[in-house]
């Protein structure tokens, strides 16, 4: 079955730019979105379509895809972007990642 | 305004069926560019994807538990309906619904989520 492969955890000073990574097999041919969790909360959608930002959702935030990696970006990083990422992807099923805890130290 | 709430028992003993139901408003179920999805999420762990439905009543379901999981849905009372039989205390979890739109991918929209504890 197919797999999505993240780091358990990232840090980041504020203000820097965080990089999470998502690796799947042929995950570039695919489309590829991220959703933050904040502790005691629904997962939110922060990227859809590789690099879409729904309404709502700081430009800070992008993303990309390609190859067997799609990647999410946070620049600037604030405090309030500390939580869980989960990438996920739909091949014939829908597949999440094993999420990254992102530290704002 | 889009919303979906799960409901279901808070407690179930070990072998017995699990039946959540997941109610939404703000937009139809015969919305053919849409599905629900039921994920879960055990204490301190990732998030896993179990099932999902089409408006043409198409379902797909996670490889692991597909032998355990039944998915349908009622157009008329807006709910869709997942069960899981055999439950187990590895199958405590929160359980969520969410809004899936087909062309983007991504579950713009999930419920509150329901914590289920399977305990003897």
């Known amino acids: 079955s197919y797999e999505l492969t993240q780091p358990p955890s990232v840090s980041v000073s504020p203000g820097q730019t965080a990089s999470i990574t998502c690796s799947g097999d042929k995950l570039g041919d695919k489309y590829a979105c991220w959703y933050q969790q904040k502790p005691g909360q629904s997962p939110v959608l922060v990227i859809y379509?590789?690099?879409k930002r729904p309404s709502g959702i700081p430009e800070r935030f992008s993303g990309s895809n390609s190859g067997n990696t799609a990647t999410l970006t946070i620049s600037g990083t604030q405090a309030v972007d500390e939580a869980d990422y989960y990438c996920?992807?739909?091949?014939?099923?829908?597949?999440f990642g094993g999420g990254t805890k992102l530290t704002v130290l | 305004q889009v919303t979906l709430k799960e409901s279901g028992p808070v407690l179930v003993k070990p072998t017995e069926t699990l039946t959540l139901t997941c109610t939404v408003s703000g937009f139809s179920l015969s919305n053919a560019r849409m599905a629900v999805n039921w994920i879960r999420q055990p204490p301190g762990k990732a998030l896993e994807w179990l099932a999902h439905i089409f408006s043409n009543d198409e379902k797909s379901y996670s490889t692991s538990l597909k032998s355990r999981l039944t998915i349908s849905k009622d157009t008329s009372k807006s709910q869709v309906v997942l069960t899981m039989i055999n439950m187990d205390p590895v199958d405590t979890a929160t359980y969520y619904c969410a809004r899936i739109t087909i062309l983007e991918g991504g579950m713009d929209v999930w419920g509150q989520g329901t914590t289920v504890t399977v305990s003897s």
């Open positions: 379509q590789d690099r």
């Open positions: 996920q992807a739909w091949d014939s099923i829908v597949v």
